[in-house]
Nanobody, 121 residues
Framework: QVQLVESGGGLVQAGGSLRLSCAAS????MAWFRQAPGKERKFVAG????????YYADFVKGRFTISRDGAKNTVYLQMNSLKPEDTTIYYC??????????????????WGKGTLVTVSS
């Protein structure tokens, strides 16, 4: 059973930055999703475990950066230029599947408990 432990959420003013961390107990394809109450979970950013490619949803491109520390089995989401509409719960997810061009929540096998990000205007 893969365990994912998220940290780094909190309250920040619009235009500010936060960095989320996700420590995994194994090496898998990793991603961040976010979900507002009553809405579907949305892909934010993803990183296959091998290689250096990264993938982003259009609404965070240029503002968020996903990276990993292989030695620590940890994935990070650096969030800059935060907007009030970024306020929601962010989830770390891991998949045993090789990246094949899509990042679907249904393809992810393991999920963290989520961390709340609040951006004040």
């Amino acid at each position: 059973q893969v365990q994912l432990v998220e940290s780094g959420g909190g309250l920040v003013q619009a235009g500010g930055s936060l960095r989320l961390s996700c420590a995994a107990s194994a090496r898998y394809k990793m991603a961040w999703f976010r979900q507002a109450p009553g809405k579907e979970r949305k892909f934010v950013a993803g990183i296959p475990w091998g290689g250096s490619s990264t993938y982003y949803a259009d609404f965070v491109k240029g503002r968020f950066t996903i990276s990993r520390d292989g030695a620590k089995n940890t994935v990070y989401l650096q969030m800059n230029s935060l907007k009030p509409e970024d306020t929601t719960i962010y989830y770390c997810a891991a998949s045993t599947l090789t990246y094949r061009g899509t990042w679907l929540s249904d393809d992810m096998d393991y999920w963290g408990k989520g961390t709340l990000v609040t951006v004040s205007s």
